[in-house]
């Protein structure tokens, strides 16, 4: 009696939406009235009972009764109701302790989307189309595991037929688990994130760290990585980390090393200008970096306005607000820009626009300059060496430039056309010639064949000298020595470095130079002379010296420290001075002679320095003496101021005057 109260209060609560259905057995018929068509059933050998509810939901059966019941579910018949074909060629690669690796041949349905893995019956992570493997880790050795498969398309479409594999693991030498990791810290101190970093195990067969944040497993951490950054974390909240370490065997050391820190509470909402913020120069060509800060959520969008005083020059609308708390943008500052050093910027959400913020102070944008870098003074370059010139530029000053060499402030060089250079700096280098004037009052000047105003100038000056390595050195005559004219003589000197071949040999008298000696060998082991015959010719004197100069670097160059002499190849001996002559008695003239100073010579008697007799044509004499005698005529003058000059008659420059006054007087 309690079965048929049950199913008849069931069946009037069926009735309540219309007759859509009946049943009977040998005991009882039951009609009742349900929503629509469809359900199921059931019996036993004394009840039927059958419902239309729309699907199957649950039942409850005995030996004598079974009752079924469901609800109405409106359903989607798919267009595609074929799932994709199984894998193939399913095959592990690997024989190891602690993991199976297993691989397959996709499917070739075009519909095909991925794979349905379990380990020993645990579903795990599904493997997508074209992944082709997965590989089981953590599994015990010298065990049996068995990986089962089903496909499925991407309509949801699922392969009912298993394709399954069983293997063994490889029996297990190693059982050690590794090292728990050491100094466990964080090093953040963020209101979503906290960054936790540590030292890894020493044992050679450390694999990796399981780590699990707030009890959640994460991805593993190699080894070697050495820290986790735990990101999407509530602000001003604990949170923990929790790490055991892994060998290459699979051995997990259970002690767990955790820690928990704290986040940061929640910023604000803000934006901030970080640059340009005030004092800076950019230049017309070249980029103007802009960029900001952020906190909370501003919003995903920007604008930017460049102002100039109290105008707006250009807005750049839309621009990404960047990510992590920070955004940049970059511009390239066209040549036409206004100059001036009144320029901001504006930073401003164009979701809100309460969040903006503009430049702390003015920065300005120039035209483009030139700066010398080498040489800018108190440098030395050499004669001969090279000199490096190099600068630096901003903007866009052109392709090319000149570069114009000083001495003093007149251009001594201009060097036109010379390459910019490259990426902000430019470089050009010419060998000074050994004629440039040696000095300390050098600059150069770099100008833009562009952009003239784009000039600049060394600040300070440099040197050019000789090389301090490289020197000649007068030996002889370096002063004092006497020289006779028609004698054989050497000049000589020392060198060192590398002055060059040759060398001219100049012979001063004074201030002028009476004759030069070109292109004479500079010689050889730091030494080197030149022979010659003092000239008939040359003048009598004691202000003589002879100076050495490099034909190829003539700053290489050394003169005798002081004068030496040439004497005469003639030389009076009587009257020399003192001497007392009476008129009408002999005047005995004798003189020296070196050399071939000709074959004859003029005899003058000077009084008071002038002439007051010539005696022409004598014979020069022989053996290296003359003599020539004269009978002083009664109407001479009479004095104590005379002297007599001996010239060769062939070379006037070879005479000699008595070296003092000799008397006439009355006979």
Known sequence: MIRQIIVWTLVGLLC?????????????????????????????????????????AGFSSSTNYRLQGGFWQMMNTPSDTTPPASI???????????????????????????????????PKPNVSKGTRSYNATGLTANADHTISTRTVDTSGNVNMTWVNQTRRTALSSDTTPPASIRDLHNTTYAGSYINWSWTDPTDSDFSHVLVYIDSVPKPNVPKGTRYYNATGLTANADHT????????????????VNQTRRTAPSLATSLVMASPNGGETFYLGATLPISWTYTGSPGTMVNIEVLKGAGTMATIPGVP?????????????????????????????????????????????SGPT?????????????????????????????????????????????????????????????????????????????????????????DGFFTIAADSTSSITVIRPNGGENWVQGSDQTFRWTYTGAPGSTVNIAILKGTSTLATIPGVAI?????????????????????????????????????????????????????NGGETYPTGTPLIMNWTYSGTPGTAVNIDVMKGGATLKTLPGIPLGSGGSGSFSVTIPSTTPLGSDYQIRVTSSSYPACTDMSNGLFTISSG
């Open 16 to 56: 309540l939406t219309g007759i859509a259905s009946a049943m009977s057995s040998a005991n009882y018929a039951i009609n009742w009235n349900v929503i629509g068509g469809g359900g199921g059933g059931g019996s036993s050998s004394l009840y039927k009972i059958q419902a239309t509810f729309g699907l199957l």
């Open 88 to 122: 193939r060629d399913l095959h592990n690669t690997t024989y190891a302790g602690s993991y199976i690796n297993w691989s397959w041949t996709d499917p070739t349905d075009s519909d095909f989307s991925h794979v349905l893995v379990y380990i020993d019956s645990v």
């Open 241 to 256: 980390i929790s790490t055991r370490t892994v060998d290459t065997s699979g051995n997990v050391n259970m002690t767990w």
């Open 321 to 365: 607000i960047g990510s992590g708390g920070s955004g940049r943008y970059n511009v390239t500052i066209p040549s036409s820009t206004p100059l001036g050093g009144d320029y901001w910027v504006r930073v401003t959400s164009t979701s809100n626009p309460t969040y903006t913020d503009t430049s702390d102070g003015s920065f300005t944008i």
């Open 370 to 458: 030139i700066t010398i870098t080498v040489p800018n003074g108190d440098e030395t370059f050499y004669l001969g060496n090279t000199l490096p010139m190099s600068w630096t530029y901003n903007g866009n000053p052109g392709t090319t430039v000149n570069i114009v060499v000083l001495k003093g402030s007149a251009p001594l060089k201009t060097l036109s056309g010379i390459p910019l250079g490259s990426g902000g700096s430019g470089s050009f280098s010419v060998t000074i010639p050994s004629s440039s004037p040696m000095g300390n009052d050098y600059q150069i000047r770099v100008t833009s064949t562009s952009y003239p105003t784009c000039t600049d100038t060394s």
């Open 523 to 575: 010689g050889s082991g730091g030494a080197g002379e030149f022979g010659l015959k003092i000239p008939y010719t040359i003048p009598v004197g004691n202000d003589y010296q002879i100076k050495v100069t490099s034909t190829s670097n003539p700053a290489y160059t050394d003169t005798s420290n002081s004068s030496f002499s040439i004497s005469p190849a003639i030389t009076v001996v009587s009257p």
